[in-house]
């Protein structure tokens, strides 16, 4: 479904998603290397302080430094060529410009937010006020940004790291996981002891969790790889030692909380029944896929060990995960394409590269380069 569905539709987003399923090798149907394409077609640049630095554009990386991230894991050449109109740079140079143009204020982890809308999690429609007004975006940084840049700054910066950015301000990469692990174990405790309980995902937790990119999990890798590359301070071993322990308890109680959510969305109509069961798979297996990347990241790095109990809900899981994907498979994907778009479509391939990755991570198929 990810080779063929990625090839398909060849836009930015599936495209470094099979990069993640697949490797730096990963070619589009014309052969020519998924790679190369991404970084000549859609990087761009700016000047600030009187010098210039290279980035991927936002509206096609979604995700502040998911591009440069990707690549790093995927070892693609420090000596990759980016091209920004008649302007040469290479990959060296996006991962110097990613740190530069990083602004951070661990004291205030808001301060650098942009307002701009925010995602219906249930049908990625635009939220909306009371008063009819997109909703604020407060937390940007937070949830949707900062995991992709925290992986990309660990690999580049293994251990202790400081940095002035291009607005003369200074960047403590280790204050900067401390604060955002401390919000995100804020939003881990409103679910922690239903869960425990095996109960479905409570409804304070999913609310606060879906403001976070794909359910948090993104944040959850992002705090395993700045463990696995040598960031252990603030006691991070252990911290991260009970972020796992929780999500092995997500595995059940977040995949119910979502047969419950869609449930409730069938009542209120007017989405069809097929269409329905396509959101909800994509949800389902978007939660399995970014869940088990981490998982077997983890295991892969031996950055967390798993109780027997721990090893019986990841198994379980595993079955969860493994029939979402024969359902998705199943669906009739040229009437979903037709009812609910290329963009819906997108979104399920990238929720494919997610998953294909975390099921190749602890095998001979690993995408991974790096060490």
Known sequence: ???????????ASVLIHSVR??????????GAKAVDHLCSRYAADKEVNGKRYVYFQ??????????LKTFLEAGVSLDQLVVVNDRKYTLRDVAESGKAL???DPKDLFRYDDKQFRYDTTFNQPRQTASGQPADSRGE?????????LIAFSILSPGKSTWTNAYGEKINLVAV????????ENTCALGQEALARGETAPKNFRDEIKKYSCFGLHSVYGFLACFKNGYGNDDLSARVKQVMDLLTYRLKGDAEAIDQEYAEAAAQGPVSAPQLEAFKLRARVKLFGHAFEAINYAKLHNLATFTPAAERRIQAGEQAFYESLVKMRAMDWGMIRGSLGEKFVSDLVIALGHAARAMKLLTPQNPDIIA
């Not at 399923?21 to 014309?30: I, Y």
């Not at 936002?58 to 591009?67: D, G, K, M, T």
């Not at 940084?141 to 840049?149: A, C, K, V, Y």
Request: glycine share 10%.
């Open 1 to 11: 479904m990810l080779e063929r569905y990625s090839r398909e539709l060849g836009n």
């Open 21 to 30: 399923g697949f490797g730096r090798n990963f070619t589009l149907a014309d």
């Open 58 to 67: 936002r509206s096609a990386e979604v995700h502040e430094n998911s591009f």
């Open 102 to 104: 990083f602004r951070c």
């Open 141 to 149: 940084l937070l949830h949707e940004h900062l995991p992709w840049g």
């Open 177 to 184: 996981i401390d604060r955002g692990l401390a919000e995100y």
